[in-house]
């Protein structure tokens, strides 16, 4: 089947093809016209969620620009203040009205006549937003959406001086791969300590968060907010034990190789000790991998590299760029982190990062140009309700493209040995990242388990959870003060509560597809695209199966294709 990346803004029908979201008052009379409207016939029932959908993707694309723009420069107090108008002042009365058209929706006669294996996931997700909803969590859920923007404000603004010259965080971490072990301390403590002078801060706003999300919670009829979020993020699929039971399958079957890895790097480093400022770096005489300098080399290797592997790929981020939805470069003042960012109305998704020119860099780039493929591949659904895929298959889409295109990185490295090496240290970050998300997802369960804590249980917690899921191989002797608040750096803590297993889950998609890859490319990316085409119109297990993968967080499942990882990088 050929897919086109000529992707169309979606024609309005029910709002004027002029119409800007300026206040409540301009948007309210369209949420009237659905409220009103008779339901009488199944063709007027169709015609009225169509309608509805698209009143859903303005609104969305709106509050979604509003969000890249205060990210892409958090110094600019009037896109914090548009941003932070429509979470306050608009967001609040819509969801009044749309847990009215919900209601209306699962009361009409007519919605037994729609085809039900097509809108079975649809419905189920309306079912549970009408269970959650609370006219009291309007303004709580307003106050959250401006409070963990918060974060990224407080993150952009810190900076450290290296050799002289000013660098963000994310720029200051390619010393971190120097041949120079003292250069690489120096930077290390820098970026710690800067982080510390802003513990206080945020520590606070966690704190706040907490108990805001707590209420939340309790408002809706729930022992913990864990309990409400699950069901918020739609986790029809699995339960906690099964979040238990991953925590175990990595310390069973994934420490053992993470401590091999750092058994094989300090060797290869000469030292006796290998601290944490050494896990990244190369031996005297290598020069850290470098694969481009700017963000637009960036841009131009990186569709190189999807063409490669197929021309529709290359053509979505060919597309992007002729868009402008790009902003790759670190700066002062913008956000930290990297994200896709799905626009509903006009279809191509806008990525944001903050590039350095490290092989990190490439892996943000291809993994959030795997989530725009899926953006893409989704547009042409008819509601925008079916765009809503689970994020746990939204991160398969950007973990599998970051291992297929791995097939394509000469683009990057001309050279025989630096391509080796890009390929070994992507394979141990495959294996290095499960125990992070191991450890973060483990702490987010105590912390919502148990809201009533102080900031030194907090901590306390953290060191525990973190000592756990931490290679002994590694020297952290007398960092103790930088490793209690090393949960202050991970931003989904503070911006998307909980979203942080699906990494984990979406990995073993990712390696069972790319497993398919070394035997099939074509079929592997065939199976992808099937999978990714489907948007949300299917269970999670149902989209696994799609894609030709089961969905099985078992231990014995994990461990088999830990080895499979394993036995690729001893291969290289």
């Known amino acids: ?58 609104i969305s694309e709106d509050a979604c620009w509003r969000q890249i ?177 991953f925590h175990e399958a990595v310390k069973l079957h994934v420490m053992p190789l993470v401590n091999q890895i ?70 002062k003042g913008k956000a930290p982190g990297g994200y896709n960012c799905p626009l509903a109305e006009s279809g191509a998704p806008f990525i944001f990062m903050n590039a350095a020119g490290t092989l990190d860099d490439v892996t943000t780039m291809v993994h959030e140009g795997g989530h725009a493929i899926h953006s893409f591949l989704s547009h042409n659904l008819e509601l925008t309700g079916f765009k809503e895929y689970p994020t746990e298959i939204a991160e398969v889409a950007s973990m599998a493209m970051e291992l297929f295109s791995m097939d394509k990185w000469d683009v990057f490295f001309d050279n025989a040995d630096e391509l080796k090496r890009a390929k070994e240290q992507q394979l141990e970050r495959v294996i290095t990242i499960f125990p992070w998300i191991a450890t973060i997802d483990k702490f987010q369960h105590w912390i919502y388990e148990n809201p009533v804590h102080t900031e030194e249980d907090r901590a306390g917690k953290w060191m525990e959870i973190l000592n756990e899921f931490s290679s002994p191989i590694v020297d952290v002797q007398g960092l103790d003060e930088y490793r209690r608040y090393g949960w202050q750096r991970q931003l989904h803590l503070y911006e998307v509560p909980f979203y942080y297993i699906e990494y984990g889950i979406a990995q073993l998609g990712a390696i069972g597809l790319w497993q398919q890859y070394k035997q099939n490319p074509a079929n592997a990316v065939n199976n992808y695209i099937t999978a990714l085409s489907l948007g949300g119109t299917r269970t999670l297990p149902e989209l696994f199966k799609a894609a030709g993968l089961d969905f099985n967080l078992s231990p014995g499942y994990i461990k088999g294709l830990m080895e499979f990882v394993k036995k690729e990088a001893d291969s290289l």
């Open 69 to 245: 723009k205060m990210t892409c420069d958090t110094e600019n107090k009037q896109l914090e203040e548009a941003f932070n108008f429509f979470m306050m002042e608009i967001q609040p009365m819509i969801q009044p009205y749309a847990d009215k058209l919900n209601k209306k929706l699962l009361a009409c006669p007519h919605l037994s006549s729609l085809d039900q294996s097509k809108y079975f996931t649809y419905l189920r997700n309306v079912k549970k937003n009408i269970e959650l909803f609370r006219e009291e969590n309007i303004h709580l859920n307003a106050e959250l959406n401006v409070m963990q923007q918060q974060y990224g404000v407080i993150a952009g603004k810190m900076t450290v001086e290296v050799n002289g010259q000013e660098y963000t965080l994310q720029q200051a971490a390619k010393f971190l791969e120097d041949p120079d072990r003292k250069l690489r301390e120096e930077v290390y403590r820098k970026i710690n300590e800067r982080r510390l002078q802003d513990k206080e801060e945020l520590n606070t706003l966690f704190s706040n968060l907490l108990e805001k999300r707590h209420r939340v919670a309790l408002n809706a009829g729930f022992a913990n907010y864990r309990d409400f979020r699950f069901k918020e993020l739609g986790r029809f699929d699995y339960t906690k034990d099964e979040c238990y039971q």
């Open 1 to 58: 089947m050929n897919y086109s990346a000529d992707i169309k803004k979606l024609p309005r029908k029910f709002l004027p093809e002029d119409f800007v979201i300026k206040d409540w008052q301009s948007l309210e009379p369209y949420f009237k016209n659905l409220d009103e409207r008779s339901l009488g016939t199944v063709a007027e029932l169709e015609q009225w969620l169509k309608d509805a959908s698209e009143l859903e993707a303005v």
């Open 262 to 331: 750092y058994e094989a790097k300090k060797k290869k480093l000469g030292l006796d000790t290998l601290r944490p400022w050494d896990v990244e770096a190369e031996p005297a005489g290598i020069q850290p991998l470098r694969p481009f300098k700017t963000g637009e080399e960036l841009t131009e290797k990186t569709i190189a590299c999807f063409r490669g592997l197929k021309t529709f790929f290359a053509d979505c981020l060919q597309k992007m760029k002729a868009m402008g939805h790009l902003d790759l470069e670190s700066r």
